[in-house]
């Protein structure tokens, strides 16, 4: 399975967002962070702000936090919540293109499909943004942002990741 970028980048503001717990943080910020694109990371928070992961305030000394402890936050929830299709395969009795599939009525593989996405978020389900954001994977998360920052200070492009 492959997630989406709006999934990837959902959770990287996550990540961002949980790394900054004491402030609010801009959009503009964690697109900087990432090299990412302000306009799509917008569609982005926006969502992440409707399904209740992010709390945002426009204006002057607005930003976005968490809405609720990065415990209380599971991986599996937002990958769910971001992604608008979890099929490994069009096991349906008529494929996308409009043609049936000549498995349709007999087929296993629907099952053991369904059993390994079910066994994927399962273990994405057992993690919490909290329980990713160790006092050890701050720091180095810390550090590697104030790398790119000073890289970006210099003209350079922050390392690809």
């Known amino acids: 399975m492959r997630m989406t970028l709006h999934t990837d980048y959902a959770l990287r503001t996550l990540f961002y967002v949980g790394l900054h717990t004491d402030r609010r943080v801009s959009i503009r910020e964690v697109a900087n962070a990432y090299g990412i694109s302000e306009n799509h990371l917008v569609k982005v928070i926006h969502k992440l702000g409707r399904g209740g992961f992010i709390q945002t305030m426009r204006g002057r000394g607005g930003g976005m936090t968490l809405a609720r402890a990065a415990d209380e936050i599971r991986i599996g929830d937002v990958v769910r919540y971001t ?16 043609q049936a599939c000549v498995l349709a009525r007999q087929c296993s593989l629907r099952g053991l499909l369904g059993q390994a996405i079910a066994a994927f978020m399962a273990v994405l389900d057992g993690a919490t943004l909290g329980s990713l954001l160790t006092d050890e994977e701050c720091i180095v998360l810390r550090q590697i942002f104030a790398m790119a920052e000073v890289g970006e200070a210099k003209g350079a492009l922050p390392p690809a990741q």
């Open 83 to 98: 992604e608008e299709d979890m099929t490994l395969v069009a096991c349906e009795p008529t494929t996308p293109d409009g």
